[in-house]
């Protein structure tokens, strides 16, 4: 059976920095697309960043861009989402979704991901 488990998330200042976690599991790692997602109260769920396991090339959204990096340990089968500079406007629920593909320009496209984990929620204060 395939898991994600996301975890990290929580409240920070403006400015304060978070690190989330994607642990995966029933999965091979080898080969695989990891996208992390977000959804703000009221707004459509989009795409903020994906690494492919195979050779870790990374896509981010134009948002997050210098504030974010995604990097992952294939040893632990675990994909990470630096952030920092963390402003209001990046609140909401983070999830990570995974599929055996890699991250190209479509990173962001929900229906490329069969498998998702539960949400960490992120909230940032002014």
């Known amino acids: 059976e395939v898991q994600l488990q996301a975890s990290g998330g929580g409240l920070v200042q403006a400015g304060g920095s978070l690190r989330l976690s994607c642990a995966v599991s029933g999965f091979s790692f080898d080969d695989i697309a990891i996208g992390w997602f977000r959804q703000a109260p009221g707004k459509e769920r989009e795409g903020v960043s994906c690494i492919s396991s195979s050779d870790g090339s990374t896509y981010y959204a134009d948002s997050v861009k210098g504030r974010f990096t995604i990097f992952s340990d294939n040893a632990k089968n675990t994909v990470y989402l630096q952030m920092n500079s963390l402003k209001p406007e990046d609140t909401a629920v983070y999830y990570c979704?995974?599929?055996?593909?890699?991250?190209?320009?479509?990173?962001?496209?929900?229906?490329?991901?069969?498998?998702w984990g539960r949400g960490t929620l992120v909230t940032v204060s002014s």
């Open positions: 979704a995974a599929d055996v593909w890699s991250c190209s320009g479509t990173y962001s496209v929900i229906r490329s991901y069969d498998y």
